[in-house]
């Protein structure tokens, strides 16, 4: 059984999750109005792939006889001035989640719940590549800056993601 206080903290996760999911979505909707196909591709499947981590939690508190209580979801920012400060406030945004995953594995070791430990490694490890994932692309658009060729190949360069979990 899975205890109160490691309950919140995942309940509270899975909104972070599913909120992280909506910030994405409305960069790939700005992405789109700009005519970045590929920049909106990445977005998407950076959106699917939080859908999947909230969930992933979800299945972690019922399989661990909790309860899940949804909460809302915060309205993500509609609008961005560039494609750089949208990746700048995804990598911002992606340490934060990494900040908040790290202190329920504290928690999680506090309150004795092994099973919750083990189980956040994989988002430990996740957030590694998260994290490296946007920086790469934030430092590519510093790179970039307005040159529009440039900043054309990276857009198709972006379309060839696919999700990875």
Known sequence: MIGSKVEKAL???????????????????????????????????????????????????????????????DAPPPNWKSAKEMFTKAYEHEQKVTESINSMVELARKEKDNATEVFLQWFVNEQVEEEASTNEITQKLHVVGDNGPALMMLDAELHKRSSST
Not at 28 to 49: D, I, P, T
Not at 56 to 68: S, T
């Open 11 to 73: 309940n509270d996760q899975i909104q972070k999750e599913f909120y992280s999911s909506y910030v994405y979505l409305s960069m790939a909707a700005q992405f789109e109005s700009m005519n970045l196909k590929g920049f909106a591709h990445w977005m998407q499947v950076q959106a699917g792939e939080e859908t999947k981590h909230g969930m992933k939690i979800y299945r972690h508190v019922i399989e661990r006889g909790g309860r899940v209580v949804l909460q809302p979801i």
